[in-house]
């Protein structure tokens, strides 16, 4: 073969534009990679005619091209049109009131919390908070879009942390706000924590109980006089959480009768309450109970109505009052 015609001759695959390789025998060109084969032929026409097959592929190819970018210039600019009619009418449902849009891009803003208020309720140490609405023509006036935390658990004095989330077209300003947890009732572990009014109440009590108590002896030929003052209070307080009462308090008097001889008896006194509370109301909530102590009678032929009662010695109450209250504490 010529070697001058062979390196004229353009070996570029028809098929797929990819460079063709001669074979052993230089009798043919084949593609290695669609495996397009083609003969070789020497004569000038066929050349001619190959690279008119050749240069048709690619004109072909061209205009394929050419279309494609017509097309997708086309879709382009429509996607563009259409962008640009979604954004007017967009940007002009802004400005229009009331709109979904207008509300988005301009939300009214309100407090929710005017809205709203905490209720306390429960033991302090145990409380729990409840939302209550106290609008609820207001367009966020839902309780499922607040928050509470926490809810249960609570003490007096704890704080508690309302998250307010807005409907869409609001803004909320503030989005939370904190409550300091109060109201709860609770449990008397100090005579500290009794106000005048409780006291009096527990003393206006004790002291009916006494009157009662020593009335027989008083209207009798045995006594002239009864005189009664409060001595102190002793508070107990129970050492296990799950006992049957919290806390017991003993109300102590010092009683003083006057006999008919003139001679004074001294004797005490101590009425007792249990489980002591103090609601939000502050109106103090107990057991009212008798009065404790022993009663040292007369062999004079009185009846037992008629005996003396009460501890002779101070100490003696207090003692017999701790070991009464075994598993609790002496608070006061």
């Known amino acids: ?91 002009a449902s802004v400005f229009i009131p009331s709109s979904p849009m207008h509300e988005l891009v301009f939300p009214r803003t309100a407090d929710p919390f005017t809205a709203v208020s905490l209720k306390f309720s429960g033991m302090s140490g145990k409380g729990s908070a409840e939302l209550q609405l106290k609008d609820r023509s207001a367009e966020y006036a839902d309780e499922a879009r607040y928050e509470v935390v926490p809810e249960k658990g609570l003490s007096n004095g704890d704080t508690v942390t309302v998250k307010a989330k807005a409907p869409a077209g609001w803004r909320f300003e503030p989005a939370e706000k904190q409550f300091t947890v109060e109201g709860l009732t609770i449990w008397v572990t100090s005579t500290g924590e009794l106000s005048e009014d409780n006291l009096a109440a527990i003393h206006s009590n004790t002291e009916r109980l006494i009157r009662e108590d020593w009335k027989d002896i008083i209207s009798s030929s045995l006594a002239t006089d009864l005189t009664y003052t409060p001595y102190r209070m002793y508070l107990f307080i129970s050492d296990e959480d799950t006992s049957y009462e919290y806390n017991v308090l003993y109300d102590a008097y010092e009683v003083k009768v006057t006999k008919k001889d003139g001679s004074v008896y001294t004797g005490y006194e101590a009425c007792r309450y249990n489980d002591l509370k103090i609601p939000a109301d502050g109106v103090l909530t107990a057991g009212y109970g008798s009065l404790q102590g022993f009663n040292f009678g007369y062999t004079q032929g009185f009846s037992y109505a008629q005996s003396f009662s009460g501890w002779t010695d101070a100490a003696e109450m207090e003692a017999d009052l701790r070991h009464v209250r075994d598993g609790y504490h002496l608070a006061d």
């Open 1 to 91: 073969m010529d070697q001058t015609r062979i390196k004229t001759l353009s070996l570029i695959c028809p098929s797929c534009g990819g460079r063709m390789e001669l074979t052993a025998d230089e009798e043919k060109a084949v593609c290695p990679y669609c495996g397009h084969e083609i003969l070789i032929d020497n004569d000038d026409s066929a050349q001619k005619e190959y690279e008119r097959r050749v240069a048709m592929a690619r004109a072909e190819e061209d205009i394929r091209d050419l279309k494609s970018k017509r097309q997708g210039r086309r879709r382009l600019k429509g996607w563009l049109i259409a962008l640009c009619v979604i954004a007017g009418i967009t940007l």
